[in-house]
């Protein structure tokens, strides 16, 4: 039976063609002789016939080398016979996808032992293939993992151990494969730990789990757990996968990190300062505990901490958001930049000092509460202003002759010192009769000098000179130690405080305080209250003092013109008549014949304030009598016209004494022929001239001129006295004119005599414009004008009123002051300047200034304020003045430490500092100098640091205000 038959009677259809492999059988020619249905499949998938020995395909080695078609396994069976097991290729197909094959080849022999065919069995392993290098993959991924990799099955058998493990713990793969994961697990965790993890495992199908692990050396390891649990093919637990990390360094890291944490918080919460950190959209991201009571007092809420982190600072604080310090807080945060600052918290009396530090993630922020210091300072402040107030105070009570003027002013500078409503001096009364005020400031019309306090307890003032020392009261309604006087019943006040105003013998009366709001004076308040106290007793005791002197003077001045008059006149004419005949024309006669004229002259002089009562004709006529024997041979007339018939009291003694002056100097000095005195009244004042022919003083040098300008000022402070005016004009080879004029009495205002003003301004037009100016107003006579210092150092005498440039080509103009008020004692300058500097206007009040106008102001302005000035009143606030002399005073020791520094300069710095006025660089000026760079640049610093300054352009300004360098212009 041939091949086929045989086959055919095996059935091979009913014994292979239900099998799962392919199988075909190939003749020793290459046909194909049987094939099943896998081997069907198999063909249809690669697109060809598989077991073919032709180019129709090929197949490749696992390494992916061709195989040469005479080694394919179907081939080598059957034309060598040999036997193929489980040889395994693979193919490529026309997707470019892979098949795996698994192939065994036999070869079948016939009777007579010839290779007839070969039988080829095909099964395919691509996807056992591919399972198996993920498989493979995967182990190599399991052992280059640093982490440790343990599973187990659903019966909780270990399964893998990875190399991970293996270094993790100290196990071998070998040790816990295949071992219960609690016999591993209890030796390196421990029971309890293992027994938790494996119970939330398997009941949440997940766990992770931080614990400390014993090593198989007994060495300790920080790991951490992260399992899961394997789902099976119906979603049943397969088995569980752990993955096993030594967090030991992370932990270290942590523990190390909220250690210092710790001790950032304990250090933060140390700081005595508040202290809170902002993230950049403002929200609070730190605060402790002093910064949050801090923000629980300002926002009148008790926050926690919790309320506050994460909250928005605006929102929190509400009251700062739009102040300044928002607007620190932004700019501090935009330009990166650190500050410090002062803050006043808005609607509060709370001072802060605050200091931000920015980082591109926020801001950290430092508060101190410094509202004790600044209450300091303002106290100081304060109580430095009261001083000054004081010393001025004083100043003027010792130049003063006018005690009502001194205390009306005192009693408004205390009110405006101490800011209150009410302030009053109350003078005690001879004989027990109370007090009575006698200057105030807040209380009705008519109050002064009429109202009163009783004495002792029945009122705040009489207890207080009871006592002997301050009183302070917060509230006079209800202190049960006085009762409320008539003079603040109905007037709500609260609270007060009095001081004792000392007196020669017996206390001269009380300075009070007083408030219509609560309010507590302070301590210093008391003390200040008590300075200026001291300052009006002094006041009232020279005062009281001058007044006894000239009683003593007055009665001493008679008693000396009796016995002038009893005794030397009397005798001095009896000696004359006792003379011989052939003496009596002789000038032994003459002699004694002026001494007596002289004696009758210091009796008319001595008398004058005794005949104060005595018709002012009459006293006149006796003057000019007792002068004309004093001036003979030279000529004195008297002109009068409609004189009063009465007395003019002292008014009209001091015009006699001024014409007696005016006399004696036309007399002795001037080298007159001829005196010509005319008085007169007229338009509500009495008007004396004194005209002279002589040569005049002016130009005089000597005694004699010392002595007439003594006596020139003497006549103008008895003019000024009685509201008067003095004139006096005089040239060489002309003589002299003095004019004097007074008030009448009954009459009001001063004599109309005009203002004599000097104008000092160097640019011409404007100097005659204000002369235009003050030229139509009746109350002013431009005398004269300089546009210079030189020049207006001439034209000084005989001023009542300068107004004066600041600015001069030859100096600075405030510095003509003293020397006009050197030679007319009462006269007053007004200073213009074309700058708003507080320094150049204070040095010019320093110098005597009553005010500085700018050059831009109206110059019916400056007439008005001149006109002020001419009627005594003050341009100025005393506070003002005070703060602009202490301000002038700062400034001129300002300018001393800085020529201190300047002359404290080496040559080599002078040097540097004027090659940097020439605009020449750093490596310019090395080069130049034959220094080097690091040279120059120390260099400047000694410079920035000897002068105080920052920078080099505030060293320069330094420089070129002190003429240290020169600023050189190149000419075109």
């Known amino acids: ?360 993630q926020g801001l950290a922020i430092y508060l101190r509460d410094i509202t004790e210091r600044k209450q300091a300072e303002a106290e100081q402040a304060r109580r430095q202003h009261q001083q000054a107030l004081i010393a001025d105070l004083g100043l003027r009570a010792v130049a003063t002759e006018d005690l009502q003027a001194l205390t009306d002013e005192t009693v408004l500078l205390v009110a405006r010192t101490l800011g209150i409503g009410h302030v009053g001096l109350m003078e005690v009364l001879p004989n027990g009769g109370g007090l009575v005020q006698r200057a105030g400031v807040g209380w009705s019309d008519g109050a002064g000098g009429s109202a009163r306090a009783a004495g002792g307890s029945s009122s705040m003032a009489g207890y207080t000179i009871m006592m002997g020392e301050p009183v302070v009261s917060d509230d006079v309604r209800r202190d049960p130690r006085f009762s409320t006087s008539p003079l603040m019943r109905g007037t709500g006040i609260v609270a007060a405080a009095c001081v004792v105003v000392a007196g020669h013998d017996q206390p001269f009366g009380v300075l009070g305080a007083f408030t219509q709001e609560p309010h507590h004076f302070s301590e210093g308040d008391v003390h200040f209250l008590q300075a200026v106290a001291n300052l009006i007793a002094s006041a009232a005791e020279g005062a009281a003092a001058a007044a006894r002197l000239e009683q003593v003077r007055d009665a001493e001045r008679s008693r000396i013109a009796r016995d002038l008059h009893d005794d030397a006149l009397a005798e001095l004419s009896a000696a004359i008549a006792a003379m011989p005949p052939q003496e009596r024309s002789g000038e032994l006669r003459r002699a004694l014949t002026r001494v007596g004229r002289q004696l009758r002259g210091a009796i008319y002089d001595l008398n004058l304030d005794d005949d104060e009562g005595r018709p002012f004709s009459a006293l006149l006529e006796e003057l000019i009598d007792v002068q004309r024997g004093l001036a003979f041979p030279r000529a004195l007339t008297l002109t009068a016209r409609d004189l009063p018939a009465g007395s003019l009291g002292r008014g009209g003694t001091q015009v006699l004494r001024v014409l007696r002056e005016a006399i004696t100097n036309a007399r002795r000095h001037a080298d007159a022929d001829h005196i010509a005195v005319t008085v007169g009244a007229r338009e509500g004042s009495l008007q004396a001239t004194v005209s002279d022919d002589g040569r005049g003083f002016e130009d005089a040098t000597g005694p004699a001129a010392n002595v007439a300008a003594q006596g020139l000022r003497g006549m103008r402070d008895r003019a000024a006295a009685e509201n008067g005016w003095l004139d006096v004009t005089t040239r060489p080879g002309h003589g002299t004119r003095v004019r004097l004029g007074i008030p009448l009495p009954g009459t009001h205002g001063s004599a109309p005599r005009p203002a004599r003003v000097l104008l000092v301004e160097d640019h011409t037009a404007v100097r005659e414009a204000i002369a235009t100016v003050l030229g139509r107003e009746d109350d002013f006579d431009v005398v004269a004008q300089a546009g210079s210092l030189a020049e207006a150092r001439d034209l000084l005498v005989d001023i009542d009123l300068a107004v004066v440039d600041l600015s001069l080509p030859d100096g600075y103009g405030s510095d003509l002051i003293p020397q006009l008020r050197a030679i007319n004692r009462r006269a007053q300058a007004i200073v213009l300047t074309a700058t708003l500097d507080r320094a150049e206007i204070a040095r010019a009040i320093e110098s005597g200034a009553a005010a500085a106008l700018h050059k831009s102001a109206p110059l019916t302005e400056l007439a008005e304020a001149l006109r002020r000035l001419q009627a005594g009143e003050a341009l100025l606030p005393l506070d003002d003045v005070v703060e602009l002399i202490a301000l002038a005073r700062r400034h001129r020791q300002r300018e001393h430490d800085d020529r201190a520094a300047m002359a404290s300069i080496t040559p080599r710095e002078r040097e540097i500092l004027q090659a940097l006025a020439d605009g020449r660089g750093t490596s310019e000026i090395a080069e130049d100098l034959h220094i080097t760079v690091r040279t120059q640049r120390n260099h400047v610093a000694n410079i920035l640091r000897k002068l105080g300054v920052h920078s080099q352009l505030q060293a320069l300004v330094l420089a070129l205000r002190y003429d240290v360098v020169e600023v050189h212009r190149d000419t075109p």
């Open 1 to 360: 039976m041939d091949l086929t038959g045989k086959l055919g009677a095996l059935d091979l259809e009913r014994v292979v063609g239900k099998l799962a492999v392919a199988v075909r059988i190939v003749g020793a020619d290459g046909t194909d002789l049987y094939a099943n249905a896998r081997a069907g499949e198999l063909e249809e998938r690669r697109g060809g016939e598989l077991g073919r020995d032709d180019d129709v395909f090929d197949i490749y080695h696992s390494d992916g080398r061709r195989y040469d078609p005479a080694m394919w396994p179907v081939v080598r069976s059957i034309t060598t016979g040999e036997e193929i097991v489980d040889e395994e290729y693979f193919q490529l197909l026309g997707d470019g996808s892979r098949v795996d094959i698994r192939c065994s080849s036999e070869p079948v022999y016939d009777d007579d032992g010839s290779i007839v065919a070969a039988v080829l069995v095909l099964t395919e392993v691509t996807q056992e293939r591919a399972a198996a290098r993920q498989l493979a993959d995967h182990e190599r991924l399991l052992e280059s993992m640093e982490d440790g990799v343990v599973a187990v099955d659903a019966g909780m058998t270990i399964t893998t151990w990875n190399a991970g493990a293996e270094r993790l713990y100290g196990w071998t793969a070998a040790e816990a494969l295949g071992r219960d994961v609690g016999e591993v697990a209890r030796p390196l965790i421990g029971s309890e730990p293992s027994t938790a993890f494996g119970r939330e495992l398997t009941r949440q199908g997940q766990a992770r789990m931080q614990f400390t692990a014993r090593r198989r050396d007994d060495s300790t390891v920080d790991v951490e757990v992260i399992g899961t649990a394997i789902a099976g093919d119906h979603g049943e637990p397969a088995g569980y996968l752990a993955i096993h990390r030594d967090v030991s360094e992370r932990r270290r890291a942590d523990d190390e990190l909220r250690a210092s944490q710790k001790r950032f918080d304990e250090v933060l919460e140390s700081i005595t300062d508040a202290f809170y950190g902002l993230d950049r959209e403002w929200r609070i991201i730190y605060i402790n505990d002093r910064a949050l009571r801090l923000a629980s007092q300002l926002a009148g809420i008790a926050f926690e901490r919790a309320d506050v982190l994460g909250t928005n600072l605006w929102e929190l604080l509400p009251a700062v958001a739009g102040s300044e310090l928002e607007a620190v807080y932004r700019r501090a945060l935009g330009e990166q930049r650190a500050e410090a600052f002062d803050f006043a918290y808005p609607g509060g009396e709370q001072w802060f000092e605050v200091h931000v530090y920015p980082s591109p």
